[in-house]
């Protein structure tokens, strides 16, 4: 058990001089509900240290960045004859500034026993510490400046992460890919707004005031970039949030079939019978790297009995709200009249027909009309699988630092924004005073998008979306 003199020298030797002592001193849970290996609660702030060594018997001093081993005591039922070891664990301290927070940070790693991380919880709450927001880790590494606002919500998104793409752009993000392509903007949107004020404020000493050709040059050199940062929105918006596709038809054409081959198992139910799947059926997937929900629908047609009804109107809605639709025909029967009416409708829509059963006799009755393919012996599938990935990204390509969300976006497009307004200010010959407004309005949005000038409740609403103890 550290003695009273051991807990005083750690903390004096390892908390921050410089850090606010009135400053909350916050713990979490960092690992998720349940039972597992490992479970781990973490702490931050200028008590850290002090409360850690009290929840456990370290076995050595706490050193920076150096996991210590310990015994975790039962709070309830030890004396200080006789302590009653219940776990034992990893304790890990990273001194303020050189840690997660940029304050003290303590994580106390002991069996995934939720009993056991409750007790640790309880206890250090009892100390002094207080239980976390939702994001707060984050938040404090966000404010202490150890993160921008785009990297910070990349942590978020590379734990919510569902497939490797959504990692690798996670993690770019979080490696500072978006900060660095806006940074070049920045600084000549800042260069600009120099010398138009310099020009005012030296304008009685003979100070060449900028000509109206050298600003347009200089506000037309920061669109480009600006521009394709606006583009990649669309290929990042998708890897970030992924797509549904509706997959719609008569009953008995392949349907079930065909969703069954593309999520690679057999999810939905398939007989001879027309008008088997009564209701919608939906499984996720991964299409080179692209968050893809599968609906399989009920086959459309006029039903027979108040189920299948009820079915193909849920099947309407399925494809009224699919980002992507794919129109199954029959490749041995001829259009009817349902299916020329589904047609009508997707004509003017993101959407890929294919004819299914081509493997059997009597196949393509009228060809053309879409994609061959054979839910049964696997033909045309892949070439399917790829028109479905060139509809959704719509042909962008991947690249680092993407916008993925819409709060990215506006930033970007309320820049590019300010900056046309700047443009006609200037081409009308009105005064560099009126102009700088509308320049430092570009400023503003552009800064928005690190967080440098985002308003409090915009960032509690982000952060308010992350986990507690993240």
Excluded at 252 to 257: D, E, H, I, L, V
Excluded at 325 to 345: G, I, K, S, Y
Excluded at 409 to 427: M, Y
Aim: aromatic share 2%; charged share 25%; with cysteine.
């Amino acid at each position: 058990m550290a003695t009273e003199d051991n807990i005083s020298g750690t903390v004096d030797e390892f908390s921050s001089p410089a850090q606010d002592s009135t400053a909350d001193t916050i713990a979490a849970i960092s690992t998720p509900p349940g039972r597992g290996g490992i479970g781990i609660v973490r702490l931050s702030g200028p008590l850290a240290a002090e409360i850690a060594v009290q929840l456990v018997s370290l076995r050595a001093p706490l050193v920076h960045g150096r996991a210590r081993l310990a015994e975790v005591l039962d709070g309830e039922e030890a004396s200080p004859v006789n302590e009653a070891r219940i776990d034992e664990a990893l304790v890990t301290l990273f001194a303020a500034p050189n840690s997660y927070t940029a304050e003290d940070v303590v994580e106390i790693a002991a069996h995934g026993s939720p009993v056991v991380l409750e007790l640790l919880l309880r206890r250090a709450l009892s100390l002094g510490a207080r239980l976390a927001e939702p994001g707060e880790f984050t938040q404090r590494a966000f404010l202490a400046g150890k993160l921008d606002l785009t990297q910070a919500e990349a942590v978020r998104d590379l734990i919510e992460a569902q497939t490797l793409t959504q990692v690798r752009q996670a993690a770019s993000q979080m490696g500072g890919a978006l900060s660095r392509r806006a940074a070049p903007v920045k600084q000549g949107l800042v260069e600009l707004i120099a010398l138009l004020e310099a020009g005012i404020d030296f304008a009685e000493d003979d100070v060449d005031v900028a000509a109206k050709s050298e600003i347009a040059r200089r506000i037309d050199a920061l669109k480009p970039p600006l521009s394709a940062l606006e583009a990649s929105f669309a290929r990042g918006r998708i890897v970030h949030d992924g797509l549904t596709l509706a997959i719609v038809g008569r009953p008995n054409a392949g349907k079930s079939s065909l969703f069954n081959r593309l999520v690679e198992r057999e999810r939905a139910i398939v007989t001879a019978t027309p008008g088997t799947t009564r209701d919608l059926v939906t499984e996720r997937i991964s299409l080179g790297g692209i968050p893809l929900e599968l609906v399989d629908t009920a086959g459309l047609r006029e039903g027979l009995e108040e189920a299948e009804q009820l079915g193909i109107a849920r099947s309407r809605e399925a494809l009224a709200d699919a980002a992507l639709v794919l129109v199954v025909l029959d490749a041995t029967q001829p259009l009817n009249e349902e299916e020329h009416r589904l047609l009508e409708a997707v004509k003017n829509r993101p959407a890929i027909i294919v004819e299914n059963k081509c493997d059997l006799a009597g196949a393509a009755i009228e060809a053309g009309r879409g994609l061959q393919t054979s839910a049964l012996t696997g033909a045309g599938i892949a070439e399917l699988r790829e028109r479905i990935l060139a509809l959704a990204t719509g042909g962008a390509a991947s690249e680092p630092g993407m916008l993925t969300s819409m709060r990215h976006h506006q930033a970007i497009t309320a820049t590019l924004a300010a900056l046309g307004d700047a443009t006609r200010a200037n081409a009308d010959g009105i005064p560099h005073e009126m102009v700088l407004l509308d320049l430092y309005r570009a400023l503003w949005a552009l800064d928005s998008l690190t967080g440098q000038t985002t308003s409090d409740d915009i960032l509690n609403l982000i952060f308010s979306t992350f986990c507690i103890g993240k």
